[in-house]
């Protein structure tokens, strides 16, 4: 069981160059986050979804996009990448009825943009 | 949701108990306090919960005050381990809103032999 795997674990981007990063969970989780932790501070959340074909702005949206076209998988596109998105994004899911409120995070992303 | 207040670090003596405290003075009814933790570059790990009783689990106990408006959480016997970041969180749990937390600075625990 793999739980919640993100897509790629690295990446380095020069400024204005786009690209996705891949966050699948196979725990037929309802509700999906990305969010994004810079060096000593706590996560803050981009964007969500609350189901498949939904999604939401978090605290920090501006600068990315999302999709959820399957349940299982959830999206987070960065169009034109600026040298403040360095950052290691991570992606949680959660189920929709239990509300223990527990997350369940991936190992995240490590993107570095020059 | 509540903002929550916890100190920026804390040192512990490996096998003795750990007390994490936080301050949620503005905490509503209806609102939950979650304990995360993150370990040096991982993603953070759910701990525990509870909303105005006492809580325990394999991982901690969460002790929460009469009055809510703070609480602690309790690792028995802390190992080398268990040096990490720990987040309380609080929030009030609504259907069909999503889980979505909001995290704060947290604690950094270090856990010295």
């Known amino acids: 069981n793999a739980g919640v795997t993100q897509t790629p674990k690295f990446r380095v981007l020069k400024t204005g160059q786009s690209m996705t990063l891949l966050c699948a969970q196979d725990?037929?989780?309802?509700?999906m986050y990305w969010y994004r932790q810079d060096p000593g501070m706590g996560l803050r959340l981009i964007h969500y979804?609350?189901?498949?074909?939904?999604?939401a702005k978090g605290e920090v949206p501006d600068g990315y996009n999302v999709s959820r076209l399957k349940k299982q998988n959830f999206l987070l596109g960065l169009e034109s990448a600026a040298p403040s998105q360095t950052s290691v994004y991570f992606c949680?899911?959660?189920?929709?009825?239990?509300?223990?409120?527990?997350?369940?995070f991936g190992e995240g992303s490590r993107l570095t943009v020059l | 949701d509540a903002k929550t207040t916890q100190p920026p670090s804390m040192d512990c003596a490996e096998g003795r108990a750990a007390n994490l405290p936080c301050n949620h003075s503005?905490?509503?009814?209806?609102?939950?306090v979650y304990w995360y933790r993150q370990i040096h570059s991982q993603g953070p790990q759910y701990i525990i919960h509870?909303?105005?009783n006492n809580e325990t689990n394999e991982m901690a106990s969460l002790i929460i005050t009469e009055d809510r408006k703070s609480s602690t959480l309790i690792l028995p016997h802390a190992t080398l381990r268990d040096t990490a970041v720990y987040y309380c969180?609080?929030?009030?749990?609504?259907?069909?809103?999503?889980?979505?937390?909001?995290f704060g600075q947290g604690t950094e625990l270090s856990v010295k032999p």
């Open positions: 949680a899911s959660s189920y929709q009825t239990d509300y223990t409120g527990e997350l369940f």
């Open positions: 725990m037929n989780h309802e509700y």
């Open positions: 979804s609350v189901g498949e074909g939904t999604t």
């Open positions: 503005t905490i509503s009814g209806n609102e939950y």
């Open positions: 509870g909303l105005k």
């Open positions: 969180i609080v929030r009030a749990r609504v259907y069909n809103q999503g889980g979505k937390l909001i």
